[in-house]
Structure formats: structure tokens, C-alpha cells
């Protein structure tokens, strides 16, 4: 299987049953190399965060759903190896630098970025930028 990069919203699809959390599960253990970088550590902390001040998670599932990320075993890349690819991404998309840290890493890992962020596939989706960003949503191999 190719590796791929995810952002924090596969996970919290899967971690939190949001819309298509089935796929995101699926992609979680499908066996394939993930990557991301080291920014999805504190996106999605910041994600178990608002749930717990939402009241919709305690602090022990708080604790709980944060080990069970830790134990993924994404391999992660520093962001400051991404920063400058990234910055030109965004000056050239519109898009935020967070949202192409992960398009970056996609383009310098020649892989795939997979996202529930349907707005960043749309503002992608007529650039040659395409074919290295998927939605959760839709068929992936």
C-alpha cells in the first residue's frame, strides 16, 4: 500500500464518529505508512480540547483518546522542514500555512494527503495541486 499523509480531521472523524468516521477508521488501520507533520499533535489535542469544554468528553476520555493518537505511530516531520514550501503554497492557494504544512509534506513525499476539510479539496480541486490531496469521503487506494 502507498504511504499517505493525514491531517487531524481523519482522525477526529474516526476518534469522535463524526461524518464519514467508517473511512477514517478504515484508513487509521489499514496497515499504510502514514505521515504528518508534527503540527497534528497539538491540532488535534486542541480537537479533544473543545470536545471536553463542549461537555461531550470527560478529562479521563480526554486522556484516553489523546494516548490512543500517541499510539498510531504517524511518522511525523518537523515543521520548520516544512515551512517554507508551505508558505509558498499558501501564498499561491489562498489557503492557510497550517492547512499546507500537510500539502506540503504530500508534495515532498510525492504521496497522497487525505482530509475531511471538503473546502480545501474544492479550492484545490483545478490546480495541479489535485492529485496530491483527497477527501475522506471519496474512494481512496
Known sequence: ???CVLDASVV???FFQEDFAE????LLVSGREMH???LVYAELANVIWKRFTRGEIDQEEAGLLLA???RLGLE???SADLAEPALQLA???GRTVYDCLYLALAVKTETVFYTAD???INALADTPLAKHIAWIGGKWG
Open 1 to 3: 500500500m502507498k504511504p
Open 12 to 14: 477526529a472523524a474516526a
Open 23 to 26: 473511512q477514517a477508521r478504515a
Open 36 to 38: 504528518a507533520p508534527d
Open 68 to 70: 490512543d493518537f500517541l
Open 76 to 78: 511525523t516531520t518537523p
Open 91 to 93: 501564498l499561491a492557494t
Open 118 to 120: 471538503k473546502r480545501f
